[in-house]
T-cell receptor, first 117, second 114 residues
Framework: EADIYQTPRYLVIGTGKKITLECSQT?????MYWYQQDPGMELHLIHY???????EKGDLSSESTVSRIRTEHFPLTLESARPSHTSQYLC????????????????FGPGTRLTVL | AQKVTQAQTEISVVEKEDVTLDCVYE???????LFWYKQPPSGELVFLIR??????QNEISGRYSWNFQKSTSSFNFTITASQVVDSAVYFC???????????FGKGNQVVVIP
């Protein structure tokens, strides 16, 4: 069973508030990811990290920011929430491909369902 | 560029029927990896299988089986004797050699009717 945690699970907040979605993993994985998923839709990668102090933007443009100060922790921040940010946010982690280049599976957290009023 | 197509959006079956989910992919790489994930109503994605492009053997795990055909760029997933607990969204995904980034399909919503 994957050990990756997200808090809060559900968040309802007003427009203009600053929010931070937490994600932690205890598997020692160096790679971490944030996906955004609207109900019934596909997942879109919005941020990823190869390791401490490494962050990159994903395929879908997002107004959120991330940081990676510790290997196990990859929080996502929205400085000023808007209704358009209403979505589910999924965090994932994996081992790096390594010398053999094998693409390892990603393990997902339970997600945070964000509603901005 | 990578692309994954799951054409069927919602599939309803009666319990104990078999259901097959189609996945067609596009990639320019010769080495790549294919995945299937299950997303139950609780929301988290559960890893089901990883297959590399050099291994075209079909795989069976309990009631689940996968058919990988490189010639048609397909990696189809069959649930045999479906159960209500199989009701979920199933995603097919692709990543290239040396890169863990996943390209997901739009998912198949499977509804198993008791």
């Amino acid at each position: 069973e994957a050990d990756i945690y997200q808090t809060p699970r559900y968040l309802v907040i007003g427009t203009g508030k600053k929010i931070t979605l937490e994600c932690s993993q205890t598997m020692g994985h160096d790679k971490m990811y944030w996906y955004q998923q609207d109900p019934g839709m596909e997942l879109h990668l919005i941020h990823y990290s190869y390791g401490v102090n490494s962050t990159e933007k994903g395929d879908l443009s997002s107004e959120s920011t991330v940081s990676r100060i510790r290997t196990e922790h990859f929080p996502l921040t929205l400085e000023s929430a808007r209704p358009s940010h209403t979505s589910q946010y999924l965090c994932a982690s994996s081992l790096s491909p390594g010398l053999a280049g094998v693409s390892n599976e990603q393990f997902f957290g339970p997600g945070t369902r964000l509603t901005v009023l | 560029a990578q692309k994954v197509t799951q054409a069927q959006t919602e599939i309803s079956v009666v319990e104990k029927e078999d259901v097959t989910l189609d996945c067609v992919y596009e990639t320019r790489d010769t080495t790549y990896y294919l995945f299937w994930y299950k997303q139950p109503p609780s929301g988290e994605l559960v890893f089901l299988i990883r297959r590399n492009s050099f291994d075209e053997q079909n795989e069976i795990s309990g009631r689940y089986s996968w058919n990988f055909q490189k010639s048609t760029s397909s990696f189809n997933f069959t649930i045999t004797a479906s159960q209500v607990v199989d009701s979920a969204v199933y995603f097919c995904a692709l990543s290239n050699y040396g890169n863990n980034r996943l390209a997901f399909g739009k998912g198949n919503q499977v509804v198993v009717i008791p």
